[in-house]
């Protein structure tokens, strides 16, 4: 795994690359970093090339200007691809990583060839969209109560994990975690009736005791894609990459082997 870096117009781009092959981006959550995805790095470089980019204001990618909202960061990651110079890529992305994914699938669909939302939100209801706007204007304000949302992650036997990603969330730029909370806060909806018309295959994971990014938000947005398929993993919430990372990566090796076009299916 080399750290690498990408000059932009508007600022540095830091990502982990490893591998050869088919590109693979992986997209994080918010106050997570690249290094959220090891575990589904080191399995999938053996096939494919890996890029797992650090989000504006995350792992010391600059952060972008203004306000910016879930589109903003959408283009952002447009521009990287286009940079990288990937052609058409798999895009995967974790929580926020998977409302960046799935608007690259729905605006940029000449980048994605196929694209996967692990622990994705989906149309909120009131109350819960309510709670992650409360948190939104705390992190907005300086407040960083990580121990809230370490409680809906982790489980008790899980503590070198949850220590870890208390690590990461206590070592990110501010700035940069509140702009992209606040970006998530109001995402969920955005591009939330693009589904039917994208038409790549689409994998919706999520853990079944996620509640804020719930199975059946999972197994709507599946039903909801030409070519999507729902996977729920018993027994895990919301960092299911790390926790469960094996059947992660399983379910993200299967869905890289479904045929990216219609003619690719006849030829297989």
């Given at each position: 795994m080399?750290?690498?870096?990408?000059?932009?117009?508007?600022?540095?781009?830091?990502?982990?690359?490893?591998?050869?092959?088919?590109?693979?981006?992986?997209?994080?959550?918010?106050?997570?970093?690249?290094?959220?995805?090891?575990?589904?790095?080191?399995?999938?470089?053996?096939?494919y090339r890996v890029i797992a980019l650090n989000m504006p204001g995350h792992g010391g990618t600059d952060l972008l200007p203004g306000t910016p909202d879930l589109p903003d960061y959408v283009a952002w990651a447009a521009r990287v691809l286009r940079a990288l110079g990937l052609g058409m890529a798999n895009v995967a992305g974790h929580s926020m990583g998977a409302l960046i994914a799935t608007g690259l699938a729905a605006r940029?669909?000449?980048?994605?060839?196929?694209?996967?939302?692990?622990?994705?939100?989906?149309?909120?209801?009131?109350?819960?969209?309510?709670?992650?706007?409360?948190r939104a204007d705390a992190l907005a304000k300086g407040a960083n109560d990580v121990e809230t949302p370490l409680a809906?992650?982790?489980?008790?036997?899980?503590?070198?994990?949850?220590?870890?990603?208390?690590?990461?969330?206590?070592?990110?730029?501010?700035?940069?975690?509140?702009?992209?909370?606040?970006?998530?806060?109001?995402g969920d909806a955005t591009y939330a009736d693009a589904w039917p018309q994208i038409s790549c295959p689409m994998l919706a994971l999520t853990g079944a005791l996620d509640a804020n990014s719930s199975p059946a938000m999972a197994q709507a947005m599946a039903a909801a894609a030409p070519r999507g398929r729902a996977v729920v993993i018993e027994g895990h919430r919301h960092m299911v990459n790390l926790t469960a990372p094996e059947a992660v990566t399983a379910a993200l090796a299967h869905w890289l082997t479904e045929p990216a076009t219609a003619t690719e299916g006849l030829r297989a």
């Open positions: 080399t750290l690498k870096t990408l000059r932009l117009s508007e600022g540095c781009v830091f990502y982990t690359e490893a591998g050869s092959g088919e590109p693979l981006v992986l997209l994080h959550g918010v106050g997570m970093s690249d290094q959220a995805w090891r575990p589904q790095i080191a399995a999938l470089q053996r096939r940029h669909p000449d980048l994605v060839r196929r694209v996967a939302v692990l622990n994705g939100v989906y149309r909120r209801s009131p109350e819960a969209r309510a709670a992650v706007m409360a809906r992650w982790f489980d008790a036997d899980q503590q070198d994990l949850r220590a870890q990603v208390a690590g990461w969330l206590r070592a990110v730029n501010p700035a940069g975690y509140a702009a992209a909370y606040r970006a998530f806060a109001g």
